[in-house]
């Protein structure tokens, strides 16, 4: 018996291996998975697919990852959805910027399947605080 895919996913990240590689663990999860290449794409998908959760990569071209969560909470219609930055930038500065522009969890590249599981899984499961 096939799956059921519950739930929808944005994947916001420029690099193409990446995002291959994050689709694929995803998929395997049973997510349904939505991709965006840049933070201005990323906004725009998010608005229009209202995903069950974001996975925001930071330094990308057109719009930084940054500003893409903070346009995203501004937003009355996405400002619930989970948001979980993946990223290269590790110190203590960079990641304080994310949570204050709103994201919700930081998972540092590289990173392991099973860590990346467990912060999603804690994610998913709260899901939008407020949805009726
Ligand atoms: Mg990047």
């Known amino acids: 018996m096939a799956r ?6 944005l994947v916001v990240e420029d690099d193409p291996d990446l995002l291959e590689i ?37 330094m990308m071209p057109e719009m930084s990852g940054r500003d893409a969560t903070r346009m995203i ?4 219609d996405t400002e619930d959805i ?6 290269a930038l590790f110190l203590g500065s960079d990641i304080r910027s994310c949570f204050e522009a ?5 998972i540092v590249k590289p990173f392991a399947f099973k860590q ?7 994610l998913a499961q709260r899901g939008p ?4």
């Not at 909470?73 to 009355?76: E, F, G, H, Q």
């Open 4 to 9: 059921v895919k519950m739930k929808k996913v």
């Open 22 to 58: 994050l689709t694929r663990q995803l998929d395997m999860m049973g997510f349904s998975v939505i991709t965006a290449k840049h933070g201005k794409e990323g906004v725009e998908k998010a608005f229009e697919e209202k995903p069950h959760l974001i996975l925001m990569d930071i």
């Open 73 to 76: 909470r501004a937003n009355p």
């Open 82 to 87: 989970p948001i979980l930055v993946v990223s």
């Open 102 to 106: 709103g994201c919700n969890d930081y």
């Open 116 to 122: 990346l599981q467990q912060k999603i899984q804690g």
């Open 129 to 132: 605080s407020s949805s009726s």
